[in-house]
């Protein structure tokens, strides 16, 4: 009874828990409408299943009015399909691919009108419980393929900037609920195919990735027809629309779900399209609208037409320009609108009012009233073509040139009288020698026809001699002054004309100069002035009529080489010692002009000796002292510039050292424009002035001498230096020397060197020695000085010597003198080599080793002995045998 009361609760159990896991068949919804020939996938998948992961599948099929369902196909039992359909199963045509553990799909290749039906999948139940569905079903129609793809040919060649218009016509026979699209596509070259438009399959359109914009601007249009055709129209055509266009006609079905299927595809080639250039078929020609306008009076109206064609001039925005030798004198747009040179009453031509209209399609004619002599020229028309880009000729698209031409030039003539006058070239200064000034006038007379307004303008030129020197004869433009009085200097003469050392000016309506402040040699030549005769265009501008040149004028002078002379005379004579000299240089020049000049004071103490400089002046009054020159002096040395051309030195406190000849060296410089470096003219040197007087003063005598002539390595040497006065001898005081100590090296090469030095005033001074062993320099008295080896070397061997300069106090002139230097013989020094030092301590540190080694070994000994060899007696052996053994 108790089990019997628990049995509706387990029930109930069971289909609770078979509810929540109810197995669940699904197929491709339907129903499902495809075209003969076409393939077909249905899919078909189970959820919420028990068992194993991988499951079976079952289809079938039951014809529209049969009484049983037919055996497809199978995913377990190969023998399952029925025997009408197992060839086209066996052949591939029929199969269930496994797409996952619980989804497959019945696939036929190409289906036929008898595969229309209704398709059941079932799946073989594997759960612990039946629950849920275990078969799906679907309804397939299969209709006829009545889809007709026909599309028109387009044109083969179209030209740039015209419409290119695509048809197709697409149709089918209604039977079912199926839509149509239209897809036009183009292929340029080996490029993949690129879509341009699609319409349908619900009445939308569709623009491809590179046509959207285009679309969205005009460019690219679609026009519906009757009866299944459809147009497209490509407006504005370019290069990037030449290719072959395709037409693809697609039938569609609307599926449950919302889903558009394509059920059928049909794609037909409409024909290649070649897109002409508008360059290649552009022709702009030029004429005259009568033979008489190419020659023409001032004052009459020119007239000249310019007839534009293409084969897409509808296509086409012109914008017309007129040029006369290539200047612009009036242009329209594309507009209309006048660009260049616009005004109230048209444009401006060279001397005549211009305008220019459209008289028709591709016509446009120039007109200008009222010619002078400067609209005679050549005359072109320019033209240029734009063409929309999109668009679709709305104008929301953007223009771009497509060509430029320019045509024919027509030579136009206007008759003028040019203006008249005569040339007179004379020079005002003429040159006799180098750096004078030149001025030369060119007079116009005689001018006849200069407009009103007129004005004349010059330009001078210079010819070399023919036969001077090595160099051809050549010709430079030295400058020109325009119409308007603007100088344009030469190349070669910019310079002169800047810096003002030349100029060119108009003193006089009719008179014009060149004048150059200091000529040179190179100005020598032939001179002429060409005259041009200028006059007021319309436009404001000046423009040159009629140019006249003058005859040659020759400039030429003898040219004199620059001479300079130099006369130095005494002005204060030293007589003794620590006077004062004075010298003055006078200099006189021909054939120099204006110059300056730099001075160098030299001096030397003979005839023989060597030549020193004292003191130099530049031509710019810079003052230097001479290498020669002692610092402390300096202040007693004066060179001073005291007139034109003469110049003044001074030395104060004059000492015997100073005794000798002195002179000046002068140089002659020039400058051939201010601004300029100095140039080098000529040099000369003056007479020598001779300073010379007696005073007796000391006489020094030097000696050195040695306390050994050979030492031992490490030990010290002394060579002593002693000066001795004789005459008149100074104060102690009033005494000083200079000494320095020199050594020659007779190992490895006999050279000299100096090893310390001690000036007057007692700092010592080391050089560098390439020895180990230090020297030292010891003053013993006023007349005694010590040089000290310290720790010499086999590399010291050598000569010695020493040298000396004394100064003493002059008691005449007050001031410190400097005497002649004295050198001392020389002593040998030889470090010898000790053998017995050299070993005696090696020989000791070996006997001591010796011995201490052998004391050491006899003490080891001693111990070991003492220590191991103690216990000698022999112990008698236990009776025990057993503890001896375990002793041992």
């Known amino acids: 009874m108790e089990m019997e009361k628990y049995i509706p609760t387990l029930l109930f159990g069971i289909l609770m828990l078979g509810g929540c896991s109810a197995r669940v068949v699904s197929v491709s919804p339907g129903p499902l409408i495809r075209v003969q020939g076409q393939p077909v996938s249905i899919r078909c998948d189970v959820r919420e299943y028990g068992g194993p992961q991988e499951q079976d599948f079952e289809w079938t099929m039951q014809r529209d009015g049969a009484a049983a369902a037919m055996k497809v196909i199978s995913t377990f039992d190969t023998r399952f399909s029925d025997s009408s359909l197992s060839n086209r199963v066996a052949a591939g045509d029929i199969s269930v691919p496994r797409l996952d553990d619980n989804v497959v799909e019945l696939r036929i290749e190409e289906v036929r009108p008898s595969d229309g039906g209704v398709y059941t999948c079932q799946t073989p139940s594997t759960d612990s419980v039946i629950s849920g569905t275990y078969e799906a079903n679907v309804q397939l129609t299969v209709i006829a393929d009545t889809l007709r793809v026909s599309p028109q040919t387009p044109p083969p060649v179209v030209p740039e900037g015209s419409d290119i218009t695509l048809s197709c016509n697409v149709t089918r026979q209604l039977t079912h609920p199926t839509y149509l699209s239209v897809t036009w596509s183009l292929r340029n070259g080996a490029s993949p195919l690129e879509e341009i438009l699609t319409f349908g399959p619900q009445g939308g359109v569709v623009a491809g990735p590179k046509f959207a914009r285009r679309y969205a601007d005009g460019g690219v249009r679609l026009v519906p027809g009757e009866n299944g055709v459809f147009g497209l129209v490509v407006s504005r055509a370019t290069r990037a629309d030449e290719g072959t266009y395709v037409c693809i006609g697609r039938e569609w079905t609307h599926e449950d779900g919302g889903k558009w299927k394509n059920i059928v595809e049909k794609r037909r080639e409409m024909g290649a399209v070649t897109v002409t250039l508008t360059a290649q078929s552009l022709s702009v020609t030029a004429s005259p609208s009568s033979p008489s306008s190419s020659l023409l009076s001032p004052g009459d109206t020119l007239t000249l037409l310019c007839s534009v064609a293409a084969d897409n001039l509808p296509s086409l925005a012109v914008e017309v320009a007129w040029l006369a030798d290539g200047r612009e004198v009036i242009a329209v747009d594309r507009g209309g609108v006048v660009l260049a040179n616009a005004s109230s009453s048209g444009a401006k031509a060279g001397g005549g009012e211009a305008g220019l209209e459209r008289t028709g399609a591709g016509e446009f004619r120039l007109a200008v009233r009222g010619v002078g002599g400067e609209d005679g020229g050549a005359y072109s028309c320019r033209v240029r073509a734009f063409i929309e880009r999109g668009g679709g000729g709305g104008g929301g698209g953007k223009w771009y040139m497509a060509a430029e031409k320019m045509s024919n030039p027509v030579t136009v003539k206007v008759a003028q ?312 001898s100074p104060k102690t005081d009033d005494l000083a020397y200079e000494v320095r100590w020199f050594f020659t090296r007779l190992r490895g090469g006999d050279t000299m060197s100096q090893l310390a030095s001690l000036d007057r005033f007692g700092v010592v001074r080391k050089d560098v020695r390439n020895s180990s062993s230090d020297i030292s320099i010891e003053r013993k008295d006023t007349h005694t000085y010590m040089l000290n080896i310290h720790g010499t070397q086999d590399s010291d061997s050598g000569e010695y010597h020493c040298t000396a300069t004394p100064w003493y106090l002059s008691a005449s002139t007050g001031a410190w003198t400097e005497a002649g230097e004295l050198t001392s013989s020389r002593v040998f020094l030889t470090v010898r080599f000790a053998v017995w030092d050299s070993l005696k301590l090696p020989l000791l540190y070996g006997a001591a080793a010796s011995l201490g080694v052998g004391l050491f070994s006899l003490v080891l000994g001693l111990v070991c002995a003492q220590c191991c060899c103690r216990n000698t007696m022999h112990t008698p052996r236990s009776r025990n045998k057993l503890m001896d053994l375990e002793m041992d």
């Open 417 to 728: 009288i040019k203006p008249s006058f005569s040339l007179t070239l004379d020079p005002v200064l003429n040159p006799q020698m180098t750096a004078e000034p030149t001025e030369l006038a060119c007079h116009v007379t005689n001018i006849t026809h200069l407009p009103q307004g007129g004005r004349l303008g010059v330009a001078w030129e210079h010819t070399t001699l023919p036969g001077i020197g090595d160099d051809p004869q050549t010709s430079h433009t030295i400058g020109s002054l325009d119409g308007q009085g603007n100088l344009l200097p030469g190349a070669m003469y910019s310079d002169r004309l800047e810096s003002g050392v030349m100029s060119l000016t108009r003193v006089q309506p009719n008179t014009f100069k060149l004048r150059f402040l200091r000529t040179q040699e190179v100005d020598m030549g032939l001179y002429v002035c060409s005259v041009s005769a200028w006059s007021v265009s319309r436009q404001g501008d000046m423009v040159k009529t009629a140019e006249y040149q003058s005859s040659q004028l020759t400039v030429q002078w003898e040219p004199k080489r620059p001479s300079l002379s130099v006369v130095a005379k005494r002005i204060r004579e030293a007589s003794v010692g620590g006077a004062t000299f004075e010298m003055s240089c006078t200099v006189a020049s021909e054939n120099l002009g204006e110059a300056g000049y730099s001075v160098l004071i030299q001096s030397q103490d003979s005839p023989e000796g060597n030549v020193r400089t004292i003191m130099t002046l530049s031509p710019d009054n810079v003052l230097q002292h001479g290498g020669a020159t002692d610092p402390s002096r300096r202040d007693s040395l004066v060179l001073t510039k005291s007139g034109p051309a003469e110049f003044r030195f001074r030395l104060a406190g004059v000492q015997l050292s100073d005794r000798g000849f002195y002179w000046c060296d002068i140089t002659a410089w020039t400058k051939q424009q201010p601004g300029q470096t100095w140039t080098r003219a000529t040099s000369a040197e003056s007479n020598k002035v001779k300073i010379e007087f007696q005073e007796n003063g000391p006489t020094f005598n030097i000696a050195i001498q040695s306390d050994t002539s050979s030492v031992y390595p490490w030990e010290t040497a002394k060579l002593e230096c002693s000066l001795s006065v004789s005459g008149s």
